[in-house]
């Protein structure tokens, strides 16, 4: 079992930054896939990128990649999330989530077991 909490959310403005951060407690963060949902208001959770447990591959969703990036440290049990070129359309709840390997669809919901409680971004034109 694993606990995740975000961290790093704010405002920022159009063309911005901001990062952000994803703990996690217990000893098996390793064998988990870490990844990045999003919701914005009136709309539904949506993926943003995933991680692999080693951090040797990622995945990104077509409307963030080139300005998003996501890392991990094992040895800290952490995940980050730089956001760079921020747009407000970006403007959403940020959640972390986990997944144990071949769970199903990295960019599905119902692959992951695991979530956050959320933090919010938003991004002012």
């Known amino acids: 079992q694993v606990q995740l909490v975000e961290s790093g959310g704010g405002l920022a403005q159009a063309g911005g930054s901001l990062r952000l951060s994803c703990a996690a407690s217990?000893?098996?963060?390793?064998?988990?896939?870490i990844a990045w949902f999003r919701q914005a208001p009136g709309k539904e959770r949506e993926f943003v990128t995933t991680?692999?447990?080693?951090?040797?591959?990622?995945y990104y969703a077509g409307s963030v990649k080139g300005r998003f990036t996501i890392s991990r440290d094992n040895s800290k049990n952490t995940v980050s999330l730089q956001m760079n070129s921020l747009k407000p359309e970006d403007t959403a709840v940020y959640y972390c989530?986990?997944?144990?390997?071949?769970?199903?669809?990295?960019?599905?919901?119902?692959?992951?077991?695991?979530w956050g409680q959320g933090t919010q971004v938003t991004v002012s034109s």
């Open positions: 989530a986990a997944a144990l390997p071949y769970s199903g669809s990295i960019t599905s919901t119902n692959t992951y077991s695991y």
């Open positions: 991680i692999t447990q080693t951090g040797g591959s990622t």
């Open positions: 217990g000893r098996t963060f390793s064998t988990y896939s």
